[in-house]
């Protein structure tokens, strides 16, 4: 029962450096989603991708980007990262717009933090 | 753009009473699903309860029960017989149905009990 994975759990990142989060789902699910948690903001959308091959963008999408190669995956880059992205990132997963199984699973979080 | 929002940061409860946590959305739309995440130490969001706006009946999962006023755009969630265990973040969540791809989040409100 492996759900939602992410990987890695926690990195320290110098500004300007590179990184990416992967995302791995073991449950079929169409829908995936990158979130940011800031203390005193909740969960913000950064981007989200309704099936393999397509990605769009969420409530606040600069810095990042992400592709989904495969149905099961979903990574998000931080090409050149800066202090304002030290935060907790959140991916998630769902299975269907409609329905009784509409809520999303999530990972265990990444806490990332640029020095 | 939905919008939800969770006016209360914090809250306490001694343990075996009962608190209430409140939760406002907006929206234009007429069927849509609400969802109440806990967040613990742990960071690992749980889904506590869903309910679907067309349902007129307030949604319960043992403990934990919903009062939804969908006039008045209310989602509060009521935890009764308090638990050491549910100190908590909890998010109040809103997801469309006609197209519903993203999950927008609260600001969370940190629950406390008190032994």
């Known amino acids: 029962n492996a759900g939602v994975t992410q990987t890695p759990k926690f990195r320290v990142l110098k500004t300007g450096q590179s990184m990416t989060l992967l995302c791995a789902q073991d449950m079929n699910h169409e829908y995936m989603y990158w979130y940011r948690q800031d203390p005193g903001m909740g969960l913000r959308l950064i981007h989200y991708s309704v099936g393999e091959g397509t990605t769009a963008k969420g409530e606040v999408p600069d810095g990042y980007n992400v592709s989904r190669l495969k149905k099961q995956n979903f990574l998000l880059g931080l090409e050149s990262a800066a202090p304002s992205q030290t935060s907790v990132y959140f991916c998630a997963s769902s299975s269907s717009r409609q329905g009784p199984n509409t809520e999303a699973f999530f990972g265990q979080g990444t806490r990332l933090t640029v020095v | 753009a939905q919008t939800v929002t969770q006016s209360q940061p914090e809250m306490s409860v001694q343990e075996a009473e009962t608190v209430t946590l409140s939760c406002t959305y907006d929206t234009s739309e007429s069927d849509y699903y609400l969802f109440w995440y806990k967040q613990p130490p742990s960071r690992q969001m749980i889904l506590v309860i869903r309910?679907?706006?067309?349902?007129?009946q307030n949604a319960t999962e043992n403990r934990f029960s919903v009062n939804f006023q969908k006039a008045a755009k209310s989602f509060s969630l009521k935890i009764s017989d308090s638990q050491l265990g549910d100190a908590a973040m909890y998010f109040c969540?809103?997801?469309?149905?006609?197209?519903?791809?993203?999950?927008?989040f609260g600001t969370g409100t940190r629950l406390a009990v008190r032994p």
């Open positions: 309910q679907e706006a067309y349902k007129q």
């Open positions: 969540a809103y997801k469309e149905k006609s197209s519903g791809d993203k999950l927008t």
